[in-house]
């Protein structure tokens, strides 16, 4: 006999009422119970409406025209409320921070039992225990300012499971952690997985992370549609991944660059099941062949931060003694954990917090007393989230602001602005409305708006969060074409291939010092600047040591050597 | 930005009105209100005036925490004290029922001490009730907030509406804060410099992109509640709730006994609302 599907799509097509074309088209899946499924697809492919179609946000929150069936537990959920649903598909939203409800850990796990009425010795109780199973007992009196991004996420996470729910769902749940604490949350997934098989669905774009512990299928959307449901295995071997815009494993993308095929049999699926035997002596070879590339920029001095002191209360010190020098035309990053003091450090170059002690030069010159404005004219910052930003509800309106409030003549900005939005790419939208644009041609909006004040420094904060693959690229390669324009630009981010392959050099921050100023290459090879920085070790470095390289950083920056050849051809 | 962000919202600190409960904080505050509300007897006022700074000290709230909201009180009472004096001037009269005219100002208009007393006792009945204000709010969980609340039967969708934006409060305004900052960098003034009309055109500017962010954080959040069961049946229980002891019953005691006091000094002494020293 079959055994019985734990959910059920069949025929399944959803139509957002405010979109004219279906969002998925005729999705046939079963999942078994236990089952621990990873859905990936790119940006827009539906993966994030099938969860809302498991968890019942489609269609209470929002609405559409469902066609064909969607079964959980043998039930029909067009026949079932929300809340039925959540007592069977606990979800863990991608935003730790912003589905917070409760003001302190243990009210936030209690809410779903606040909900269902539960007397308050019984909840009392079953918050600790549940608190226990993710290790968060001795946090559930702290607010969420004083957890970290791993706690709040564990946080959510307890607070699903008290429902003790039969299929757990994670919508991006490494969109806002760093690589440590992403590589944690793998595991705790796992571990709950072993422990209570329970059916788990994770839906996730950043594929090598969650391969980090084993996964029974993947399931590949694109443009609404499945188009593979394999193992892991077969899939990473397939030419799926590279045609979907979905980024393979780096260590995959290594073998294939030493002419290796990838096939199932060697078990490429993680790291830690692939078999080198025979890829060994090819890997060898090529990173023998590649031609070492100098990426040390000798330009003069541009940014210089020399023995900068900063605390907010005068107790706890936020920057302990920064120093470091930027040189013209540079593209750095600075990378560390929440809280290290990354994003105080932009806030000190814009002049919006001043220094405590020590000093800042641009191009040798103390900048102590330039203004918050003045500055602008020097350093732009673009912000994470374009919404923070943009404020004009047309385009062109929005890139003139700096200038019209600096008193430009209209027809110089004209002219600016023209040349502003051709480097970004947005010329034909000018006289659109920004509200008709992706999140990605917003993001260039914003840079356009710096952009157009002429600054010779761009700092962007984690300027490509939650996108995928393509989009990634897309705006990681403008940020190329500006730095190749003679802009310094300063990346503060978390993403470790941002880091590996766009920065030649990573400063890292722990605790408010500097631990590292270096190549990226031997930052992500370092295992005491990565344990202290809450990084990753990349999977390359995993790959030198499987293939016997010794020298494990120069087989990183080989990767990186060739791969910018590659794209510089 | 840790300690800017906490101005205006909840602090844990350990002291004894801290420790009391949400409810009992209410109802005192109601009684004061009342209290303050009922009586037009500036002594009774500035007895409860006094009486709330003591708590306020006990409470150890910082000055720099409310200096804010007090700036805009004081502009708030001043302009309701000169415009209710223009709109019925003869106000301090109709009540005395004297008339010691001070100056005499256009058309045959007065000032007279009636007015004044009457006027500077609406001064202080106001701004008496701020204090008092501040304490509830700046020494009260939300949470318990929203559950002192519903346990008056106050429907819990509003009470933990309430909470929720109190909860959200320093998340906005940090929010609120760096956009500020960013847009200033484009070269927006915020400054005294710019002209009244400019001031409010640019303040548009941090305005509707907080808007924009707040709806996504609003939409997140909803979802969140949502997925785990709100609003489902038609009551709910608190995670946090505290039982009221003996310090809550002191202070009930204590609260009481003011409203109490004011009511009989109104009834016995004064004979109405208003005390009244011209007769």
């Given at each position: 006999m079959e055994k019985q599907a734990v959910i059920e799509f069949q025929n399944f097509s959803f139509q957002y009422y405010s979109q004219a074309e279906p969002t998925l088209h005729d999705i046939n899946l079963k999942i078994y119970p236990g089952e621990k499924i990873l859905i990936v697809g790119p940006s827009g492919s539906g993966k994030s409406t099938i969860g809302h179609c498991l968890n019942g946000l489609i269609p209470f929150s929002y609405q559409g025209e469902i066609k064909g069936s969607l079964k959980i537990n043998g039930l029909e959920t067009k026949n079932l409320d929300i809340f039925r649903l959540s007592k069977m598909v606990g979800t863990v939203l991608q935003d730790s921070d912003g589905q917070f409800v409760g003001l302190t850990a243990g009210e936030d796990i209690a809410f779903a039992l606040e909900n269902d009425n539960i007397p308050h010795t019984e909840m009392h109780a079953r918050v600790g225990k549940v608190a226990e199973m993710v290790d968060m007992q001795n946090w559930l009196t702290s607010s969420p300012f004083e957890l970290s991004g791993g706690q709040k996420q564990r946080t959510s996470l307890a607070g699903v499971m008290i429902d003790d729910v039969d299929i757990l769902l994670f919508d991006e749940p490494l969109a806002n952690l760093d690589p440590a604490t992403g590589k944690t949350a793998i595991e705790i997934i796992d571990d709950i997985h072993q422990a209570s098989q329970k059916t788990i669905v994770i839906i996730e774009h950043r594929l090598e992370d969650v391969l980090h512990r084993p996964i029974d299928r993947v399931i590949v959307l694109e443009e609404g549609r499945i188009i593979a449901d394999m193992n892991t295995h077969d899939l990473v071997s397939s030419t799926i991944l590279k045609e979907t815009g979905i980024r393979e494993p780096l260590y995959v993308t290594a073998l294939k660059y030493a002419g290796v095929r990838v096939t199932s049999d060697t078990l490429p699926g993680h790291i830690t099941t692939l078999n080198t035997d025979l890829s060994r002596q090819a890997l060898t070879t090529w990173h023998k062949t590649i031609i070492k590339q100098d990426w040390r920029n000798t330009n003069p001095s541009i940014l210089k931060m020399e023995h900068v002191y900063f605390s907010y209360d005068g107790k706890r010190q936020i920057l302990d003694d920064i120093s470091f020098d930027i040189r013209e035309g540079e593209m750095v990053s600075i990378v560390g954990k929440n809280g290290a003091g990354k994003s105080t450090l932009s806030k000190l170059l814009c002049g919006f917090e001043k220094e405590d002690r020590g000093t800042i030069y641009y191009r040798g010159e103390d900048i102590k007393d330039k203004t918050i404005k003045e500055r602008a004219e020097i350093i732009g910052l673009v912000m994470q989230n374009p919404n923070q930003m943009i404020s004009k509800p047309m385009i062109y309106d929005e890139v003139a602001l700096g200038l019209r409030l600096r008193n430009v003549p209209e027809d110089e900005i004209a002219e600016r602005i023209e040349k502003v939005l051709k480097i970004c790419g947005l010329l034909p939208f000018r006289n659109w409305p920004i509200s008709a644009l992706s999140y990605g041609q917003k993001k260039r909006v914003t840079i356009a708006a710096i952009l157009v004040l002429n600054p010779k420094i761009l700092i962007l904060d984690e300027p490509t969060a939650g996108q995928d693959f393509r989009h990634y690229t897309e705006i990681m390669e403008f940020l190329v074409e500006i730095n190749k324009l003679g802009i310094t630009i300063i990346l503060i981010t978390h993403d470790m291939h941002l880091m590996l392959e766009y920065t030649p050099r990573a400063i890292v921050l722990a605790g408010g010092r500097i631990i590292a100023d270096t190549a990226a290459s031997v930052v992500l090879t370092d295992s005491q600047v990565i344990a202290e920085a809450n990084l990753k070790e990349t999977s390359l470095f995993h790959l030198a040591q499987l293939a016997g390289i010794s020298d494990g950083t120069a087989f990183v920056q080989g990767f990186i050597d060739y791969e910018r050849e590659l794209k510089d051809r | 930005m840790t300690v800017k962000a906490k101005l205006f919202s909840y602090n844990l600190l350990d002291t004894p009105i801290h420790e009391l409960s949400g409810l009992t904080k209410l109802i005192c505050f109601l009684l004061l209100t009342f209290a303050v509300m009922f009586s037009y007897d500036i002594r009774v006022i500035l007895a409860v005036m006094v009486f709330s700074f003591i708590v306020l000290k006990i409470s150890r709230i910082k000055f720099s925490q409310i200096r804010l909201m007090v700036i805009y009180v004081l502009i708030f009472l001043v302009t309701n004290a000169v415009i209710s004096f223009f709109f019925s001037p003869e106000e301090g009269v109709k009540i005395y029922g004297t008339r010691h005219n001070l100056v005499a100002i256009y058309g045959g208009m007065y000032i007279t001490w009636e007015q004044i007393f009457y006027q500077v006792t609406k001064f202080f009945k106001y701004g008496s009730v701020i204090p008092l204000g501040i304490i509830f709010l700046l020494t009260t969980n939300p949470s318990e907030f929203a559950s002192s609340l519903n346990r008056i039967k106050v429907n819990y969708k509003a009470a933990f509406a309430v909470a929720l934006t109190l909860r959200y409060f320093p998340d906005v305004q940090r929010e609120y804060r760096d956009i500020s900052l960013a847009q200033q960098a484009r070269g927006l003034d915020l400054s005294h410099k710019a002209k009244f009309k400019d001031r409010f055109k640019n303040a548009l500017m941090i305005i509707i992109p907080l808007i924009f962010s707040t709806l996504d954080r609003i939409e997140l959040i909803s979802n969140a509640m949502d997925l785990r069961g709100f609003a489902k049946n038609k009551t709910r229980t608190w995670y946090t709730t505290r039982r009221m002891n003996r310090k809550d019953f002191i202070a009930l005691a204590i609260s009481a006994l003011i409203f109490i006091s004011t009511i009989l000094i109104s009834v016995f002494?004064?004979?109405?609302r208003f005390y009244n020293p011209f007769i």
């Open positions: - | 002494i004064n004979h109405g």
